[in-house]
């Protein structure tokens, strides 16, 4: 695989590679996290930025209309539990067609827009030292730690970031090993390997390992191969002690349970957290409303929309599927507050009341 911190890169050219606490879902998931008082946890795509990574990487280079055919007809060929392997081939098509770098991918990744005011709400919480914060992502640690990266972010994400691995390998090298796996019948790969190269011209090749595979997989009906946002955010919370310390004239005594948690998110797949692990103390931040249009032409710090009739695109999903559910199922409504936000402006201002409440 290639070592990206490795590699001298030039001055100016795109964001410097993640490293470290990006790689934390791999390599050090059953570490023992912070005590804190309240969790955040907050959804990557269309919560952090305001656009799908998986979709706006490749649209960089290919266009939104281009990326759109190329992904519809690979998910209708291979079914839509297999769309971490069309992206990730979509990608090698980008790098071998453009002659780009992993650089290039990584640099389109970091400039993804995001809300100032989504933003301002994650630096609230972060000058709060009784909070931590996390990333659960069915996107990738290596477009998501670019961004963050470019972006000076990571550092607020104490308690992790969650999300499936990509992996670049080098062209040459990946081949080779693909060919010694073949030669000694161990091909295939892992259950949590779902890499295809179609392109094979580029010099770097991309491929997502699924987050899921660090566990063994999942056995959530409702979520999608890669991940489930229940499992994680129930290994981060068994790994997080919570500090409620009440001081007295003559005694300090110190509660142990789970923190608090305030679940920041847009998409079905938040669904399965607010519905399965999200209790009485907690809070469920969920976007609603409908998405700005053409958010892949949009570029770094974005400004709230001032006007709700431009916001055109689709809906959120998180709010119809946990409906949907209810009535399909019976399922539970959330036990925790829910409560609802569209623009930055409102994200912003909900997460202050929360930290005051808090504090008061
Ligand atoms: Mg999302
Ligand atoms: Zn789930």
Redesign the pocket.
């Known amino acids: 695989m290639v070592n990206v911190d490795a590699v001298t890169r030039r001055e100016g050219q795109g964001p410097t590679p993640p490293s470290s606490p990006l790689s934390s879902s791999s390599s050090s998931s059953r570490s023992i996290l912070p005590p804190i008082t309240t969790l955040f946890v907050w ?5 952090i930025v305001n656009c ?1 990574s998986d979709e706006y990487v490749p649209s960089h280079f290919l266009g939104d209309a281009e990326t759109e055919s190329r992904l519809r007809d690979m998910i209708i060929a291979r079914g839509h539990e297999r769309w971490h392997e069309c992206v990730s081939d979509l990608v090698n098509d980008c790098v071998a067609e453009f002659g780009l770098t992993l650089y290039d991918v990584l640099d389109a990744a970091s400039s993804m827009p995001y809300l100032t005011d989504v933003r301002g709400a994650i630096e609230d919480v972060g000058r709060d030292i009784t909070c931590g914060q996390a990333i659960i ?2 996107g990738n640690d290596s477009f998501i730690g670019a961004f963050l990266t470019k972006n000076g972010m990571d550092a607020y994400f104490t308690h992790g970031v969650m999300t499936n691995m990509g992996r670049w390998d080098d062209n040459d090298q990946y081949v080779d090993e693909k060919v010694d796996e073949a030669v000694i019948g161990g091909g295939g790969g892992d259950a949590g390997d779902n890499t295809r190269v179609t392109s094979g011209k580029g010099k770097h090749v991309f491929r997502v390992v699924h987050q899921s595979s660090i566990y063994g997989g999942h056995t959530s009906a409702h979520c999608p191969p890669n991940l489930c946002k229940s499992q994680v955010l129930l290994d981060i919370l068994d790994r997080t002690t919570e500090t409620t310390n009440t001081t007295t004239k003559t005694t300090t005594s110190t509660r142990k349970g789970r923190p608090r948690v305030v679940y920041v ?3 079905s ?2 669904a399965c957290p607010a519905l399965h692990v999200l209790n009485e103390r907690d809070v469920l931040l969920a ?1 609603d409303g409908r998405r700005i249009c053409n958010p892949n032409s949009m570029m770094g710090v974005q400004l709230d929309e001032e006007d709700d009739s431009a916001l055109t695109g689709d809906e959120f999903g998180i709010l119809p599927t946990i409906e949907r559910r209810k009535k399909k199922e019976g399922a539970r409504h959330p036990r925790c507050r829910v409560q609802t936000w569209n623009s930055g402006r409102q994200l912003r201002s909900l997460v202050r009341d929360i930290l005051n409440e808090a504090s008061s």
């Open positions: 959804d990557f795509d269309w919560t799908n992502s069915d998110g847009d998409g797949n938040d976007r």
